[in-house]
C-alpha cells in the first residue's frame, strides 16, 4: 500500500496525501500531543464509538459534539454512541436492503440501459456510504463524504433521494413487464 | 405541560412536532404510491424514510441539545431554524422522490419531444425512440449538458454565495445523476462493440473505450480545476488549517465559529 500511495502521491492534492498518511500511521506517536493534534478527528469518532456500547448512552444523553463535523461527516459516531451497536447496526441494514433492492433491479432489467443505469446508481449509492462509514471507523482514509439521507447536507440529501427515485421507478417497470 | 419523557429526558411537544409532519408528508408519499399503482419494491421507498426519520431525530437531538442533556446548560440553539429548514428540505426531497417515479408513469400521457420517456430521451438508447429523438450518440449532449451546469454552477456559487450551492462548495452532485446517466447511454449503445475478448483474445480498442475514458475522466478534472479555483480565491480550506483550528473543545462554541473556520 505505501508503495501505491508514493506512486500516486505526487498527483494528489496536499490535503488528500496528508489524510492518506494520518490513517496509514494512525497510531504513530500515540501517546503524545503530536498524535492527538494530527488524529483527534477520527480518535474522538473511535472513543463515541467505544462508548456507545451494545444499547448506547440513551437519545440525548452522549457527547457527540465532542467529535468535530459530528452534523455532517461523522454522523454515524453520534448514532453509535447515543443508539448503540444496535442503532448503528440498524441504519446499516437499512442502507443494505436498499443496496440489495438496488442490485436485484438491475438484475431483473430487460433492457441494458435499465441495468446499467441502476447498477450505476446503486454503485455510487454504496461507494458513498461505505466510505462514509468505513471512515468514521477508520477502516478507510476520511474523505469529507457525507453519510446520505442521514448527514447535514442540502443538495446531497436531494441527489440520493432521486437515485433512489430511479431505482424504484425502473423496479416499478421491471414489475409491470413481469405482470 | 405537553412533555414527554423518554429515556429520562424531558422532551417538550415542539421537539416532536416536526418528526411528526415529516411523518405525515411520509405517509402521504406511500398513499401517492399505492394510488398510481405502482408495481416495483417498496423496500428502497420505507428504507429512505425510516433513514430520513432517523436523520431528523438526530438533527432535532442536536439543536436541542448542543451538549449532553444532563447538563444543565443546555439550551435549544437554532432549533426553529435549523430543524424546521431540514423538515422542509426533507419533504422537499420526498417530492423529488415521487416525481421521478411518476415520470415513468407519463409514458402514454405526457409526450416529452416525443420519446415521452425523460431518462431515455437522455441518452436514446432504444432503436424505437432513435428516430424521433433525433439518431443516436445523444449521450455526449447530456454530458456537454452535464458538464456545463457542474461547470456553471461552480462559478454562480464562488460569485453569488461566497462559494457554496446548497451547502456543496463544489456542486458536484448534480453529476451524480446526469453523468451515469450519459455513460449508461454510451455503454448500451456501444456495448455490442466493446467486447474485451475476441476469438479468445485480449483486444481493447482505443477508438472504442477512449471515448468512455474520457467521459469518465472529464469530472475528475473539472473538478480537480473547481478546486484550484477555489483554493486560489483562499475559500477552500485546506489539511493544515484543519488541524490547527478545529479541536474539540472549539467546537462547543456556536454555529458561527464553524462557519467562519469553514469558509476560511
Known amino acids: ?179 | 405541560m405537553f412533555n414527554i419523557t423518554f429515556s429520562g429526558i424531558l422532551f417538550s411537544l415542539r421537539s416532536v412536532v416536526p418528526l411528526l409532519v415529516f411523518a405525515c408528508a411520509a405517509s402521504a408519499v406511500v398513499f401517492v404510491f399505492k394510488c398510481i399503482n405502482y408495481q416495483g419494491s417498496f423496500i428502497p421507498a420505507a428504507a429512505l424514510i425510516l433513514l430520513m426519520e432517523l436523520g431528523l431525530l438526530l438533527k432535532v437531538r442536536l439543536a436541542i441539545f448542543p451538549k449532553n442533556a444532563l447538563y444543565p446548560e443546555t439550551i435549544p440553539v437554532g432549533f426553529n431554524g435549523t430543524v424546521w429548514y431540514y423538515v422542509l428540505l426533507y419533504i422537499f426531497s420526498l417530492v423529488v422522490l415521487v416525481v421521478i417515479v411518476m415520470l415513468f408513469f407519463c409514458r402514454r400521457q405526457i409526450r416529452l419531444w416525443r420519446t415521452g420517456r425523460l431518462l431515455e430521451w437522455l441518452s436514446v438508447p432504444h432503436k424505437r425512440d432513435r428516430s424521433a429523438s433525433g439518431g443516436k450518440d445523444k449521450y455526449i449532449v447530456t454530458f456537454a449538458a452535464t458538464v456545463s451546469i457542474v461547470g456553471m454552477l461552480i462559478v454562480l456559487a464562488s460569485l453569488f454565495n461566497d462559494g457554496k450551492f446548497l451547502f456543496s462548495r463544489i456542486p458536484w452532485e448534480t453529476a451524480k445523476v446526469l453523468i451515469p446517466l450519459s455513460l449508461s447511454g454510451f455503454l448500451t449503445e456501444n456495448s455490442r462493440l466493446l467486447q474485451p475478448f475476441q476469438n479468445s483474445k485480449l483486444t481493447i480498442s482505443l477508438t472504442g473505450w477512449g471515448p468512455f475514458f474520457l467521459m469518465a475522466g472529464v469530472p475528475l478534472f473539472l473538478f480537480s480545476r473547481g478546486e484550484v479555483y477555489l483554493a486560489l480565491t483562499r475559500r477552500l480550506r485546506t489539511g493544515n488549517d484543519l488541524y490547527n483550528k478545529h479541536s474539540a473543545a472549539s467546537f462547543y462554541c456556536d454555529k458561527e465559529y464553524y462557519f467562519s473556520v469553514s469558509l476560511y
Open chain 1, 1 to 179: 500500500m505505501y508503495c501505491t500511495f508514493w506512486i500516486i502521491a505526487p498527483l494528489v492534492p496536499e490535503y488528500i496525501a496528508e489524510r492518506f498518511m494520518l490513517w496509514i500511521d494512525f497510531w504513530r506517536a500515540f501517546p503524545s500531543a503530536e498524535w492527538w493534534d494530527r488524529s483527534y478527528q477520527t480518535a474522538n469518532a473511535l472513543c463515541a464509538l467505544r462508548a456507545g456500547g451494545l444499547l448506547g448512552k440513551g437519545l440525548g444523553l452522549g457527547d457527540p459534539y465532542l467529535v468535530p463535523l459530528v452534523n455532517s461527516d461523522f454522523i454515524y459516531a453520534a448514532i453509535a454512541e447515543e443508539l448503540g451497536f444496535i442503532g448503528s447496526l440498524s441504519v446499516i441494514l437499512l442502507y443494505l436492503s436498499i443496496m440489495i433492492t438496488g442490485i436485484r433491479t438491475a438484475f431483473h432489467c430487460r433492457r441494458r440501459f435499465d441495468f446499467f443505469v441502476v447498477s450505476a446508481m446503486t454503485v455510487m449509492l454504496s461507494c458513498q456510504i461505505i466510505i462514509n462509514i468505513g471512515g468514521a471507523l477508520n477502516i478507510l482514509p476520511l474523505t469529507g463524504v457525507v453519510l446520505p439521507l442521514l448527514s447535514r447536507s442540502g443538495f446531497s440529501l436531494i441527489t440520493f433521494t432521486a437515485l433512489i427515485g430511479v431505482i424504484m421507478a425502473v423496479s416499478h417497470k421491471n414489475g409491470c413487464e413481469n405482470l
